[in-house]
């Protein structure tokens, strides 16, 4: 498999073309920021393999310590309803949450975004 293909290869090259609204929510996450919580962004999930070839996700953000997956949607995922489904299952099945956030909502409300995932947060400690 060549180095472009691996996973961590494609991770790094989505770090570095990260969206405006990624950019906005990491600042807010990186380095402990949050709760005192550790988030990865642009991290692989590897869920399979087949002919030792790795299967994965690659979310936006995702911290470990909750199982927490953070997806910003775009116009995109308007068009892919299924697909998002369909990866959300897998995850889930992983034992990973997921948390899906609209792009407007970062660039309009960043401080209701951070309340939302601390409410999401709640709910995951919560018995």
Known sequence: ?????TPISRARKLRQRMTEEERILWQQL???????????RQHPIIYDRINYKPKYFIPDF???EKKLI????????DFQKQRDQDREDILHDLGLHMLRIKNEEVN???IGVLH????????LDSP
């Open 1 to 5: 498999m060549s180095d472009d293909h």
């Open 30 to 40: 990186r380095n402990r920021k949050f709760l005192g919580l550790k988030f990865l």
């Open 62 to 64: 995702y911290c470990d």
């Open 70 to 77: 953070i997806e910003l949607d775009g116009k995109i995922h």
């Open 108 to 110: 309009s409300d960043i």
């Open 116 to 123: 939302k995932i601390k409410q999401f947060i709640q709910l």
